[in-house]
């Protein structure tokens, strides 16, 4: 076999015009990268030439734009607010990334390196906080912390007085939830790199008379430390991108930060997009700036690799007398970040008003809510328009992406510009891209305005950039020689792809499509902007019914849409394996 391959390889070298194996350029591979090249254009080109032209436009009353200006640019760098709202940005997302490392970190450090009890629990606690939507998350952090929430509750019975021990309503308060609420994913991403950490070097210190605390320092983050620069500056991004903290908590405690004076700007009457576009072009640029240093930092890493051909073991760090103490650790954080929020839910869904823990409360409780939920049409038809865009922005992104990663790791014309389009709209927070996407379905010659396609096409530039790092490093999986027996053997491009290609590829794809949808279907802060009346998704309607005072039935439906998402996790993750099974015996 051997053998064979040797020689069709010689005969694919004789035949390809190029010479390369995989490299020629052939006509279907130069037409599908000449396509892709123009979709991906179409698609994130047009969101940031119209956020740019509308920032720098005249804008009328009645939304006609008269001429270039800087007066938009001028208001901003002579209004004090901006550099307040600035400020507050800046603070917001950096203490709260702050807080998310420190829990997901020790978190990650102790399931990973050491030898914990109840490291199940840590794993429990980030897959099913990733599961539960942002505003629901939030909603119970702000009943826990607020006025007639157990902690205030708390304090004035241990202090006998009637004030408050902690206003969720302030900046304090956002950098807190946004902190916990960041952290399962840290832990997930920072235990990844743990868990491949030598142990060798860790062992070393210990048997040199190094203490616990300085293994730590000195050893274990010194050797994560690209690792977690990296994930510090990508929760820093994500945290100026966050809307659902700034809306729910910022916005009644009059604490304003990027997205939400973008949000604010557009909700006026009349909208004063000009002021939200120029905000958003600011917005994009610092985004652009942070994401350049974090590839940077991110293409580093390899400088602390621990890990070699010889004798490597990923042996857990003894913590002797200290893992009661280690475990009581993951307990707490396990209360913080999963417990409390989910016990909170579940009283406000059962009980008919927002109420303190009482005793006397319970005698309310109820399933009302549950079945108010269950039995009204409105909520079917959210659940049908989120299910919707959900599966049309995951499935068109991976159609797309998983052309676009074959040809940007296996071919050379047109592959570099399809990866870099393709990895365009990470530059874009869902507020800003919202912004953009709104001004051109207003200005489009067919009615797209207040439609569920108009969400599910921003929700498919919003996500690309995830479905191509699923494409790509599926494919850099493959091994060149499959393709190249396919070709040998007689068939052409396009057969090697859609026979040999997809279907090995298809569990990178499968993987792709699942965390799109996810992520879409509890996506707010483009849906906010986008969402009309007959157009609402799940996560705009738990937003309205928080601002209306429903929060018994934002509990009752959060709940339940949690319970429905791990369903069909749980049932795409059965398929996949058993897809897997089948395509690789």
């Known amino acids: ?24 350029i052939g006509g279907p591979v130069r037409v599908l990268a000449l396509v892709l090249i123009v979709l991906l254009a179409l698609l994130v080109i047009p969101p940031i030439l119209t956020l740019v032209e509308l920032s720098f436009s005249d804008i009328g009353l009645d939304g006609t734009r008269s001429g270039f200006t800087l007066a938009h640019y001028r208001d901003l760098a002579g209004d004090t607010d901006f550099i307040r709202v600035l400020f507050n940005t800046v603070v917001f997302a950096a203490s709260a990334t702050l807080i998310s490392l420190l829990l997901g970190g020790t978190l990650a450090w ?4 050491t030898n914990t009890p109840f490291k199940r629990l840590a794993y429990l606690t980030a897959i099913v906080s990733l599961g539960t939507p942002y505003v629901l998350y939030v909603m119970s952090w702000l009943y826990i912390l607020g006025r007639a929430g157990p902690v205030n509750q708390l304090y004035r019975w241990l202090s006998g007085g009637s004030g408050v021990l902690f206003d969720p309503y302030t900046l304090t308060g956002m950098i807190v939830v946004e902190g916990f609420l960041w952290s399962p994913l840290v832990f997930l991403l920072m235990a990844a790199s743990f868990r ?6 860790e062992e070393a210190a210990r048997m040199n008379g190094a203490s616990v605390f300085d293994t730590i320092r000195l050893i274990s983050l010194r050797l994560a430390w690209p690792a977690i620069l990296a994930l510090a500056m990508f929760v820093f991004i994500r945290n100026i991108e966050s809307f659902e903290v700034p809306a729910l908590i910022g916005i009644p405690g009059k604490v304003q930060v990027l997205t939400t004076d973008i949000y604010l700007a557009v909700k006026e009457f009349p909208p004063q997009l000009g002021h939200a576009a120029s905000f958003s072009v600011v917005m994009l640029v610092l985004i652009a700036v942070l994401i350049h240093f974090y590839g940077r930092i991110a293409r580093q890493a390899d400088r602390y690799a621990s890990i070699t051909g010889k004798g490597f073991r990923p042996r857990p760090f003894d913590l002797g007398a200290a893992r009661p103490v280690a475990g009581a650790v993951i307990v707490v954080i396990f209360l913080i970040v999963l417990a409390l929020p989910l016990m909170a839910l579940v009283w406000m869904a059962l009980t008919p008003y927002v109420a303190p823990v009482t005793l006397a409360g319970m005698k ?9 939920v269950l039995t009204a049409p409105y909520y079917l038809t959210l659940a049908v328009n989120t299910l919707l865009v959900s599966v049309f922005a995951a499935t068109t992104a991976m159609l797309l992406t998983g052309l676009a990663g074959w040809l940007a790791a296996r071919r050379r014309f047109g592959g570099r510009i399809v990866d870099q389009l393709a990895t365009v ?18 200005r489009m010659p067919f009615s797209i305005y207040g439609t569920v396609w108009l ?3 921003a929700y498919l530039i919003r996500y690309m950039p995830y479905g191509m790092r699923y494409a790509y490093s599926g494919v850099l999986q493959l091994h060149r020689e499959l393709e190249e027996a396919s070709e040998a053997s007689g068939a052409g491009v396009l057969q090697t792809l859609g026979r040999i290609t997809a279907p090995l590829l298809s569990p990178a794809l499968m993987a792709g499509w699942l965390f799109i949808f996810l992520i ?8 906010v902007l986008l969402a009309g009346p007959q157009s609402q998704v799940i996560a705009v309607a738990m937003l309205d019914l928080w601002q209306n005072g429903q929060a018994g039935e934002l509990s009752a439906l959060g709940l ?8 069909v996790a749980s049932i795409f993750q059965y398929l996949e394996r058993r897809g897997s099974t089948e395509t690789f015996g």
């Open 455 to 457: 969400i599910g096409f």
């Open 560 to 567: 339940l849409w949690t319970v429905l998402m791990v369903i």
């Open 196 to 201: 491949m950490a030598n142990a060798e070097m």
């Open 110 to 113: 102790l399931v990973e390196r």
């Open 1 to 24: 076999m051997t053998a064979t391959s040797r020689a069709g390889r010689a005969v694919l070298r004789t035949w390809l015009p190029s010479g390369r194996i995989l490299g020629g």
């Open 364 to 372: 309310t409780l109820s399933l009302h809510n549950f079945i108010a």
């Open 425 to 442: 709209p990470l530059i874009f927070p869902g507020i800003v891209l919202g912004v953009a996407v709104l001004d051109m379905s207003l």
């Open 520 to 527: 879409a279907s509890r996506e707010l802060s483009i849906a």
